[in-house]
């Protein structure tokens, strides 16, 4: 893979592992029934993760808009994989949570992605995987200090 511009040869290298993540994410978001979309998806990764919380909460987490969240939440909420709720100190403020059958989805896209991400870290030998694995660790570190870059569930 050429650099691009002024890219070094690792950013070139993170650039190359982007995209075979970016399609094992894509991938895997196939284990969603196919009425539920990929940002519908996308939310109920974030929320499975965040838990009940306010819909602005989760809107600031995933990056997006409050009637994005609304919207997406909506039709979730239709088939039955999302409930809103209130919270308990302020009754203005309307709560998501994901229901029994959301985590099932979830349950099944992130058994399906760490299956992909297993049987490509079965390709290297094991000092390799160890040092891929840290590598990893040490990155998801360092997003978590860049604010554009936190940890947003896909």
Do not use: Y
Request: with cysteine.
């Amino acid at each position: 893979m050429q650099p691009h511009g002024h890219a070094g040869p690792d950013v070139a290298a993170l650039d190359g592992l982007t995209v075979v993540l970016v399609g094992i994410a894509w991938e895997c978001a196939h284990a969603a029934p196919p009425e539920v979309s990929f940002p519908q998806t996308r939310l109920l990764l974030v929320l499975d993760r965040l838990g009940r919380v306010p819909s602005s909460q989760l809107a600031a987490a995933m990056g997006v808009n409050a009637s994005s969240v609304t919207r997406l939440a909506d039709r979730l909420e239709a088939l039955g994989h999302v409930a809103r709720g209130r919270s308990p100190g302020n009754r203005s403020v309307v709560t998501l949570e994901v229901t029994g059958t959301g985590h099932e989805i979830v349950a099944r896209l992130l058994d399906r992605r760490q299956a992909a991400l297993g049987a490509l870290l079965d390709k290297l030998p094991p000092s390799q995987r160890q040092a891929a694995g840290e590598a990893a660790r040490q990155l998801v570190q360092a997003a978590a200090t860049i604010p554009a870059l936190g940890p947003a569930a896909l």
